[in-house]
């Protein structure tokens, strides 16, 4: 059995109207819980992306990584906190709203190289064979369907990049789907459902909150996700679990709804 896992977690981003508080020490907290808390991934088999390093290149490096030699049995887990975003979809047929959702790397400059978007991950992850226990953890805006509100002491703010235009260099917007990625991407690893879990920190037209919580910045999200865990991770589903963080979530003032999709919903968190 070989378990891995990646992490990514992005507070300062070049431009400083967009720094986040809290991803770092989502990650941190993850990493506490599946290594300490609950001893199922040895740090070995752990890499963690932060800031500066977590561009896009490096992320899809080390999704590579990730995925790379997974059989039956292994338990894989992918987590990222930080800024998401909607642009002009790649695909006008699959999408009705025409948007794809987003995670922004830390290069992210609205140009299609710095643009991770949730077709790619659908590429990346599509190679997964059966029996692979695969937990995708999205911390970030518009994260349902690839799917960050801000809450301190004093006031809230979302994590939602500041505005950029979104290009893709030359090709105008009704000629998207002719693009060279979308060929390479495919349409059957784009349509096919996610072969793991994707535990998402809101729908996919709302923002998740970096909040301030016990006197400490975190994703509200990964906040009341790692509470339930705790408790529920044994004997619970992963479905289970999302409607008690949805709960959380409610009752403490947050306005986002986490969501769940993929074929091992029904699972609980470790094998």
Same mark, same amino acid.
């Given at each position: 059995?070989?378990?891995? $896992?990646?992490?990514?977690?992005?507070?300062?981003?070049p431009?400083?109207?967009?720094?986040? *508080?809290?991803?770092?020490?989502?990650?941190?907290?993850i990493?506490?819980?599946?290594?300490?808390?609950?001893?199922?991934?040895?740090?070995? /088999?752990?890499?963690?992306?932060?800031? *500066?390093?977590?561009?896009?290149?490096?992320?899809?490096?080390?999704?590579?990584?990730?995925?790379?030699? $997974?059989?039956?049995?292994?338990?894989?887990?992918?987590?990222?906190?930080?800024?998401?975003?909607?642009?002009?979809?790649?695909?006008?047929?699959?999408? &009705?709203?025409?948007?794809?959702?987003?995670?922004?790397?830390?290069?992210?400059?609205?140009? %299609?190289?710095?643009?991770?978007?949730?077709?790619?991950? %659908?590429?990346?992850? %599509?190679?997964?064979?059966?029996?692979?226990h695969?937990?995708?953890?999205?911390?970030?805006?518009? %994260?349902?369907?690839?799917?960050?509100?801000?809450?301190?002491? #004093?006031?809230?703010?979302?994590?939602?990049?500041?505005?950029?235009t979104?290009?893709?260099?030359?090709?105008?917007?009704?000629?998207?789907?002719?693009?060279?990625?979308?060929? &390479?991407?495919?349409?059957? &690893?784009?349509?096919?459902?996610?072969?793991?879990?994707?535990?998402?920190a809101?729908?996919?037209?709302e923002?998740?909150a970096? $909040?301030?919580?016990?006197? *400490?910045?975190?994703g509200?999200?990964?906040?009341?996700?790692?509470?339930?865990?705790?408790?529920?991770?044994?004997?619970?589903?992963?479905? &289970?679990i +999302?409607?008690?963080?949805?709960?959380?979530?409610?009752?403490?003032?947050?306005?986002?709804?986490? #969501?769940? #999709?993929?074929?091992? #919903? /029904?699972?609980?968190?470790f +094998?």
């Amino acid at each position: 059995m070989k378990n891995k $896992a990646l992490l990514v977690g992005i507070n300062k981003y070049p431009n400083p109207s967009n720094e986040l *508080r809290g991803c770092v020490n989502d990650i941190l907290d993850i990493i506490h819980f599946i290594t300490e808390t609950n001893k199922v991934y040895s740090k070995q /088999n752990i890499k963690k992306l932060t800031d *500066r390093q977590a561009t896009k290149k490096e992320i899809v490096k080390q999704i590579k990584w990730l995925v790379e030699g $997974a059989q039956e049995g292994d338990q894989l887990l992918f987590h990222y906190s930080g800024h998401g975003a909607q642009v002009p979809t790649l695909f006008p047929t699959l999408e &009705a709203d025409g948007l794809d959702e987003i995670i922004c790397p830390y290069d992210y400059d609205g140009s %299609a190289a710095t643009t991770l978007r949730d077709k790619e991950f %659908a590429q990346l992850f %599509a190679g997964l064979p059966k029996g692979v226990h695969f937990v995708w953890i999205s911390d970030s805006c518009h %994260a349902e369907d690839l799917s960050r509100d801000v809450n301190t002491d #004093e006031e809230t703010i979302y994590r939602q990049f500041q505005r950029v235009t979104p290009t893709i260099e030359g090709i105008a917007p009704n000629n998207y789907e002719k693009l060279p990625e979308a060929s &390479a991407i495919g349409i059957a &690893a784009i349509t096919k459902p996610l072969n793991g879990a994707l535990l998402s920190a809101c729908a996919s037209h709302e923002l998740s909150a970096d $909040a301030y919580i016990n006197k *400490r910045y975190n994703g509200a999200f990964t906040h009341y996700l790692i509470k339930n865990l705790l408790q529920y991770s044994d004997s619970k589903t992963m479905q &289970a679990i +999302i409607k008690l963080v949805n709960m959380d979530l409610d009752k403490n003032g947050y306005d986002q709804n986490p #969501e769940i #999709e993929g074929l091992l #919903e /029904n699972k609980t968190f470790f +094998i």
